[in-house]
């Protein structure tokens, strides 16, 4: 036990933030590192186990928190038990949480109490010393998809618009980007990599100008100055992320 967990364990603010700096970088070092994004995988660690189950109850109650906020614009995808009921709880909270960050977490944080309704339940999860597993399972889940990378994710084919489907081979696939919300399509007879060069920079720039494009959504598929494909119906067709785009 270091000097700032000495800290934590008599309950003194600066040693408990200290601790949660430092088992924020064990969760997210097995979670995105060694078990890329696999929750089941990360909690079954026992390093792992043990190293949560070893941190004061007031710095698990703070990451469960943390991370509920930072999941509200995300989406949380829950398993079937004790640990995933809390996780959808606690996204749920943070996403309909109406104020600011400092509101959320409360301005003695990280100090208890915490304040709210997922305070309340962050803070009962964490507390209970005999099911440090239920917390633990909790906390990946609301990690993940903070630390996960952007990846594309396959979508199906009615995304792209009656005449795009007609004009395309079989086999042919549609994927999105799980960061910025592009889509592209992967043909068979095209062996080239639709998602080369995207992440991270063009990613990044999408989502960084994130705003719609001002005309009109056209009718059929629209090419972005990037290079990025949207073969989609009007109806569903996303946000422009580059401020300008051409009808094909």
Same mark, same amino acid.
């Given at each position: 036990?270091?000097?700032?967990?000495?800290?934590?364990? &008599?309950?003194?603010?600066?040693?408990?933030?200290?601790?949660? #700096?430092?088992?924020?970088?064990?969760?997210?070092?097995?979670? #995105?590192?060694?078990?890329?994004?696999? !929750?089941?995988? =990360?909690?079954?660690?026992?390093?792992?186990?043990?190293?949560? #189950? $070893?941190?004061?109850?007031?710095?698990? &109650?703070? @990451?469960?928190?943390?991370?509920?906020?930072?999941?509200?614009?995300?989406?949380?995808? !829950?398993?079937?038990?004790?640990?995933?009921?809390?996780?959808?709880?606690?996204?749920?909270?943070? =996403?309909?949480?109406?104020?600011?960050?400092?509101?959320?977490?409360?301005?003695?944080?990280?100090?208890? +109490?915490?304040?709210?309704?997922?305070?309340?339940?962050?803070?009962?999860?964490?507390?209970?010393?005999?099911?440090?597993?239920?917390?633990?399972?909790?906390? @990946?889940?609301?990690?993940?998809?903070? /630390?996960?990378?952007?990846?594309? $994710?396959? !979508?199906?084919?009615?995304?792209?618009?009656?005449?795009?489907?007609?004009?395309?081979?079989?086999?042919?696939?549609?994927?999105? /980007?799980?960061?910025?919300?592009?889509?592209?399509?992967?043909?068979?007879?095209?062996?080239?990599?639709?998602?080369?060069?995207?992440?991270?920079?063009?990613?990044?720039?999408?989502?960084?100008?994130?705003?719609? /494009?001002?005309?009109?959504? +056209?009718?059929?598929?629209?090419?972005?100055?990037?290079?990025?494909?949207? +073969?989609?119906?009007?109806?569903? &067709?996303?946000?422009?992320?580059?401020?300008? /785009?051409?009808?094909?």
């Amino acid at each position: 036990m270091n000097a700032f967990d000495q800290m934590a364990a &008599a309950q003194h603010p600066l040693g408990v933030a200290m601790q949660i #700096a430092d088992v924020t970088l064990d969760l997210r070092e097995a979670l #995105a590192e060694e078990y890329d994004g696999d !929750v089941q995988e =990360a909690a079954a660690d026992s390093d792992l186990r043990r190293r949560w #189950a $070893e941190a004061e109850p007031e710095t698990r &109650a703070c @990451l469960l928190l943390s991370f509920a906020w930072h999941s509200r614009e995300h989406d949380v995808t !829950v398993t079937d038990d004790h640990g995933g009921a809390y996780a959808e709880d606690l996204h749920q909270y943070a =996403a309909a949480f109406e104020g600011g960050s400092e509101a959320f977490h409360g301005p003695r944080f990280p100090s208890m +109490p915490l304040p709210g309704q997922a305070g309340a339940l962050a803070s009962s999860v964490a507390f209970d010393r005999d099911d440090c597993d239920t917390s633990l399972k909790t906390v @990946l889940l609301l990690m993940a998809p903070v /630390c996960h990378g952007p990846r594309a $994710e396959p !979508v199906g084919l009615d995304v792209l618009s009656e005449d795009v489907r007609a004009s395309l081979p079989a086999g042919t696939t549609a994927a999105r /980007c799980s960061g910025c919300g592009e889509i592209r399509i992967s043909r068979p007879d095209v062996p080239l990599d639709e998602w080369k060069n995207h992440w991270p920079d063009e990613c990044e720039a999408f989502q960084a100008d994130g705003g719609r /494009c001002p005309a009109p959504l +056209p009718e059929g598929p629209r090419r972005h100055p990037a290079g990025a494909l949207w +073969p989609v119906a009007p109806s569903v &067709a996303p946000p422009c992320r580059v401020g300008s /785009c051409r009808v094909l």
